[in-house]
């Protein structure tokens, strides 16, 4: 396996990790004494999950049923913090505050489905907590910043919102060590980097910028651009650089997936392919992310599988 020598920027993301990893968890299921209760929280995380995000309710379909419950309640989780910054009718600031205190709290509230499931995966899979209030205070950055003016400064943001959800995942498929942990940052921050560039549009009307201003002055692009929505040959250059990066960040993040537990690759090798194939689309349709939403259908999504276990099923698994 090839050597992963950090960049500049994963050297200010790398103790971030560390430091949550270094936590001392114990793994062990929640006590409940209502086991029925437990299992209606899990469905319920299962039918947000599916509601939210086809390509990862499909990915984590591939995972053993413990497993693929479990990660559900991650994303259901995630969900719900991002939701209460995007859609809080109040102080969100505050409700997101809140929600911090009652899902990472030992004894989750009454009543509350996703924190129940939550609780009893974190404990069962030991995932320190401190993964989870990154999380939050990532997601809680839409709060307070809009604009990125660097590169370094989106993946920062990314590593937040999305390098977490993969070291989370990491605890609940199973993982060989430490040395998985950038190969995981690597990931989490291309996934998100996906949603980047797909998103522009709809960020736009909300308000938020999340391309590095720095990289669009040097394409000659500003925010009157994005407003216009207009597809020229200076969009088309800063797209393709953009998707290069973003490709080349998947390639490097690829040798982690043999660090992980056998019977959790698959799901994630898909997760990562199909999700780079959103890029694809983008190109299909002339790097017009103005006005339509770039996605993989339902049927290619399938149609992509058996290559994906292929590939998968060659990979050198060197996890647990």
């Excluded at 919102?161 to 291309?190: C, R």
């Excluded at 216009?228 to 797209?239: E, K, M, N, T, Y």
Aim: proline share 4%.
């Amino acid at each position: 396996m090839a050597t992963v020598y950090p960049q500049t920027w994963e050297r200010t993301l790398l103790p971030l990790a560390y430091e949550a990893e270094h936590q001392v968890v114990v793994s062990t299921p929640l006590s409940v004494g209502d086991r029925f209760f437990l299992d209606r929280a899990y469905a319920y995380c299962a039918t947000l999950t599916s509601a939210h995000s086809r390509t990862f309710f499909m990915a984590t379909g591939l995972l053993p049923s413990e497993k693929r419950r479990a990660m559900r309640a991650l994303y259901a989780f995630c969900r719900l913090s991002d939701d209460i910054v995007d859609h809080s009718q109040g102080n969100a600031a505050e409700a997101l505050a809140v929600w911090q205190r009652r899902v990472l709290a030992p004894e989750p509230p009454p009543g509350d489905l996703v924190a129940l499931a939550w609780a009893d995966t974190r404990l069962r899979y030991g995932i320190p907590q401190r993964y989870a209030e990154q999380l939050i205070n990532g997601v809680g950055r839409d709060l307070r910043q809009q604009r990125y003016r660097t590169f370094e400064e989106v993946v920062m943001y990314a590593y937040g919102v999305a390098s977490t959800v993969g070291l989370m995942s990491m605890h609940i498929i199973g993982f060989a060590g430490e040395q998985a942990i950038p190969y995981a940052i690597k990931l989490g921050i291309a996934l998100q980097l996906t949603n980047i560039l797909r998103d522009v549009g709809e960020d736009w009307r909300s308000r938020r910028v999340y391309l590095p201003t720095d990289e669009m002055t040097a394409y000659g692009l500003t925010e009157a651009d994005l407003d216009r929505g207009q597809v020229d040959d200076r969009w088309r250059a800063f797209l393709r650089f953009q998707i290069a990066r973003n490709r080349r960040l998947y390639a490097e993040a690829d040798p982690g997936i043999a660090l992980l537990s056998g019977d959790g690759r698959f799901a994630v090798a898909a997760a990562s392919k199909l999700y780079r194939a959103i890029l694809d689309d983008i190109e299909a349709h002339d790097y017009d992310v103005f006005n339509r939403r770039a996605h993989v259908s339902a049927w290619n999504k399938v149609y992509r599988l058996p290559g994906i276990w292929w590939c998968n099923r060659e990979r050198k698994g060197r996890g647990i």
